[in-house]
């Protein structure tokens, strides 16, 4: 997306304000061919900058345009613009707030039924977008409306700094690309792993929370609840799935914290004992880390002999106290 578009430049005008900045000024049939538009384009796109004040036609040479300084021009669409947001976000607060009034009043209003693909698809990404601290997510093995790759809400709010905390259903390894499980990890959300969740759950900033209202219905419906008593009781079913879980999270080698009386494991070594702790298979291990399965096997040989486990259990005991994996 062209950076300009922010300030209310469309393609055109964007591509003629940066040809004017680095030639100073020219005419219109210069820009036409510089820019391979029409002159009506051009034309159009010149009388819309210079309504904004980042262009104007030179006094002294009839039919040139001058950029206006980048600095000084910009800076002002910017302040404009972050006015307008501003304005704009007093007024979604108090809507926000006029609607809670409204829900307090109303035993109806406190749940919102949604209906459909599109629209449970559209209120999850609505409840990540509008995140402002923490986003609390608990995935199943079936998802419904919005798959894992799909999910373009959760790179943005968690570029914002918005925290993750993300419990899946250890089924959901078998359905989750190396390559996915890779980026949640590098986007620093905190994942664990359970045997079984018992519901689809999303809950933001511990006051708005989703759920799905017929698991077995044809068509996907949920409730997204606002009440402050529904939503605590979710909240406190959501951290009891997230303390009996298991943390899907490499500590590394270089820690501090590490405590060592033989060589220590490597990164692969961490993430294959994260993977086998959350009961993965040696199988679904390999295909996770992109191994082949006798780099997986080898490597479990390995650490159990350098730990002096006679079992995988003991082996994720050793690892435990080591403090190469630990349970936050």
Same mark, same amino acid.
Not at 50 to 68: D, F, I, K, Y
Not at 238 to 252: C, G, H, I, Q
């Given at each position: 997306?062209?950076? /300009?578009?922010?300030?209310?430049?469309?393609?055109?005008?964007?591509?003629?304000?940066?040809?004017?900045?680095?030639?100073?000024? #020219?005419?219109?049939?210069?820009?036409?061919?510089?820019?391979?538009?029409?002159?009506?384009?051009?034309?159009?796109?010149?009388?819309?900058?210079?309504?904004?004040?980042?262009?104007?036609?030179?006094?002294?040479?009839? @039919?040139?345009?001058?950029?206006?300084?980048?600095?000084?021009?910009?800076?002002?669409?910017?302040?404009?613009?972050? $006015?307008?947001?501003?304005?704009?976000? %007093?007024?979604?607060?108090?809507?926000?707030?006029?609607?809670?009034?409204?829900?307090?009043?109303?035993? $109806?209003?406190?749940?919102?039924?949604?209906?459909?693909?599109?629209?449970?698809?559209?209120?999850?990404?609505?409840?990540?977008?509008?995140?402002?601290?923490?986003?609390?997510?608990?995935?199943?093995?079936?998802?419904?409306?919005?798959?894992?790759?799909?999910?373009?809400?959760?790179?943005?709010?968690?570029?914002?700094?918005?925290?993750?905390?993300?419990?899946?259903?250890?089924?959901? +390894?078998?359905?989750?690309?190396?390559?996915?499980?890779?980026?949640?990890?590098?986007?620093?959300?905190?994942?664990?792993?359970?045997?079984?969740? *018992?519901?689809?759950?999303?809950?933001?900033?511990?006051? #708005?929370?989703?759920?799905? +209202?017929?698991?077995?219905?044809?068509? *996907?419906?949920?409730?997204?609840? $606002?009440?402050?008593? +529904?939503?605590?009781?979710? /909240?406190?079913?959501?951290?009891?799935?997230? &303390?009996?879980?298991?943390? +899907?999270?490499?500590?590394? *080698?270089?820690?501090?914290?590490?405590?060592?009386?033989?060589?220590?494991?490597?990164?692969?070594?961490?993430?294959?004992?994260?993977? %086998?702790?959350?009961?993965?298979?040696?199988?679904?291990?390999? &295909?996770? /880390?992109?191994? @082949?399965?006798?780099?997986?096997?080898?490597?479990?040989?390995? /650490?159990?002999?350098?730990?002096?486990?006679?079992?995988?259990?003991?082996?994720?005991?050793?690892?435990?106290?080591?403090?190469?994996?630990?349970?936050?």
């Amino acid at each position: 997306m062209e950076a /300009l578009a922010a300030l209310g430049l469309g393609p055109a005008e964007a591509n003629l304000y940066r040809t004017l900045v680095g030639l100073g000024g #020219t005419t219109v049939d210069d820009l036409t061919h510089r820019c391979q538009l029409s002159n009506a384009e051009v034309e159009e796109s010149l009388v819309g900058l210079e309504r904004m004040g980042l262009v104007a036609q030179s006094a002294a040479t009839p @039919g040139r345009w001058v950029a206006a300084p980048p600095g000084i021009a910009l800076r002002a669409l910017l302040n404009d613009r972050r $006015h307008e947001l501003d304005q704009a976000e %007093l007024v979604a607060a108090r809507l926000a707030e006029a609607h809670r009034t409204d829900a307090a009043g109303s035993v $109806h209003d406190l749940v919102e039924v949604v209906v459909g693909a599109g629209a449970v698809g559209q209120r999850f990404h609505q409840l990540q977008l509008g995140a402002v601290e923490e986003v609390c997510v608990l995935v199943t093995d079936n998802p419904t409306a919005v798959t894992a790759s799909e999910n373009q809400a959760e790179d943005i709010a968690a570029a914002r700094g918005v925290r993750y905390r993300v419990v899946l259903e250890r089924d959901v +390894l078998e359905q989750t690309s190396q390559t996915e499980l890779v980026a949640v990890i590098r986007r620093d959300e905190e994942v664990r792993i359970s045997d079984r969740v *018992p519901t689809k759950l999303v809950i933001a900033d511990r006051r #708005t929370a989703m759920v799905p +209202l017929d698991a077995d219905s044809p068509e *996907p419906a949920a409730l997204v609840i $606002h009440s402050t008593g +529904l939503v605590q009781s979710l /909240l406190s079913l959501f951290d009891f799935v997230w &303390r009996e879980a298991w943390p +899907l999270n490499f500590v590394s *080698p270089e820690s501090d914290e590490l405590v060592e009386t033989a060589p220590g494991p490597d990164e692969t070594d961490l993430q294959v004992l994260s993977l %086998l702790i959350a009961g993965a298979s040696d199988v679904l291990v390999a &295909r996770q /880390l992109d191994v @082949g399965l006798r780099t997986v096997q080898r490597r479990v040989r390995s /650490l159990m002999d350098a730990t002096g486990a006679n079992s995988r259990i003991q082996l994720g005991w050793a690892a435990h106290e080591k403090g190469w994996l630990r349970r936050p």
